[in-house]
């Protein structure tokens, strides 16, 4: 079997072939859980950029992030037009040339250069990693139509990226301990490793998985459009169009928000947590890193929450995510406001356990239901579009 032919053939989803594909959440859960941790901190610490300086740069990339994925959506669904799409996958070829631009992390760690340096490496990295996270996350409708066989892949990936943001959180501790908390070295030591770790589980992914071939209604599709491809402002209207018409689902309009809601609290939660241990409770960055990495409860929660899932269904997974998550967050409010400094540690390893436990259940929830919607999408649409 060529490895071009592999692309497009499908084969058995075992618990190892799961692990192939969920291993590339190792980008989406461990670099931006050490990105919202550790950046801003970063940037203020070691690089004489104000804390506004600093929050410009994430912010302005965010919001490149969400043009880009605007952009890769419609692109990835209609790559096969191309040869590189038709030769190496629609999907597959963003993660081909994904992996070694994964190496691009490095520089976002680098002391003592200017804002600009800063603005743009993170741009770079936040737009290359963007491109090929929004073709890997079509892949569970590439690769199978089955409900268990998705919720295997799913559940695979949400376990893996319970570990990443675990490791995330739990090595730039022990770099701190060993380097110490007063240099910058622990953060490119941390971020060179996690670049390899990326870059080896893209192609990892790359290799095990597949995706369906062009089928006879898409290549009647190709014909027409080589025929008419029309203006500029044709196909710039057409795109918007789409994405308006995806709104047609009610199921994605409900948990686009709650995605959109649920992760911006969640990711401002990890910028500041940081700061509130060292600055408002006079603890150590050790401390907080140490706090953090009490993610690893996720791995058992997302065994837990899976079984969850077929039993209760989401709306059960939601409300408990969502009770223990602000529960938790009225502790911490709590410690700080009664300057409680009587084992305040145990206190907070309690309260942080239980966030991390809400936070891990909160995020196994909406990727476990997100597969399933371009399903609903394909029914109304007719058309596959799951980018």
Request: charged share 15%; aromatic share 16%.
């Amino acid at each position: 079997m060529s490895k071009l032919n592999r692309v497009y053939t499908p084969r058995k989803i075992t618990i190892w072939r799961g692990i192939g594909y969920g291993i590339v959440d190792f980008v989406g859960g461990g670099s931006m859980t050490i990105i919202g941790a550790w950046m801003l901190f970063f940037y203020t610490s070691y690089c004489n950029l104000t804390a506004v300086e600093g929050a410009s740069i994430i912010g302005a990339a965010r919001v490149a992030d969400a043009i880009c994925s605007l952009l890769m959506g419609s692109l990835t669904d209609n790559f096969y037009k191309t040869k590189l799409g038709q030769r190496f996958g629609r999907r597959h070829f963003f993660l081909l040339i994904g992996s070694p631009l994964m190496l691009l992390y490095i520089t976002l760690w680098i002391a003592g250069m200017n804002y600009w340096y800063y603005f743009v490496t993170y741009m770079v990295f936040e737009v290359v990693s963007s491109a090929m996270m929004i073709p890997y996350e079509t892949l569970p409708n590439e690769m199978t139509d089955d409900y268990t066989q998705r919720t295997k892949l799913s559940s695979a990936r949400m376990f893996i990226s319970a570990g990443a943001t675990f490791l995330a959180t739990f090595i730039p501790g022990q770099l701190f301990a060993i380097m110490g908390q007063h240099s910058p070295l622990p953060f490119l030591v941390n971020g060179t490793l996690f670049a390899i770790i990326f870059a080896i589980g893209v192609f990892v992914c790359y290799s095990v998985t597949w995706e369906k071939p062009v089928t006879p209604e898409m290549a009647k599709e190709l014909e027409k459009d080589s025929v008419n491809e029309g203006s500029v402002f044709h196909r710039i209207g057409g795109l918007l169009s789409d994405y308006v018409s995806t709104l047609r689902i009610k199921s994605f309009r409900k948990h686009l928000l709650i995605y959109l809601f649920s992760f911006t609290g969640k990711d401002t939660f990890n910028t500041v947590f940081a700061y509130f241990c060292i600055y408002c409770l006079g603890l150590s960055a050790t401390v907080a890193a140490n706090m953090l990495s009490l993610s690893l409860i996720g791995l058992l929660v997302t065994i837990v929450a899976g079984f969850g899932m077929v039993k209760f269904g989401p709306k059960f997974l939601y409300e408990v995510g969502y009770g223990l998550m602000l529960l938790m967050l009225v502790g911490y409010y709590l410690i700080f406001q009664f300057h409680i400094t009587n084992h305040v540690i145990l206190l907070l390893f309690f309260i942080s356990l239980f966030y991390q436990i809400g936070r891990a259940t909160l995020e196994f929830t909406p990727w476990n239901v997100f597969p399933f919607i371009p399903d609903l999408d394909e029914i109304v649409t007719k058309r596959r579009r799951a980018g």
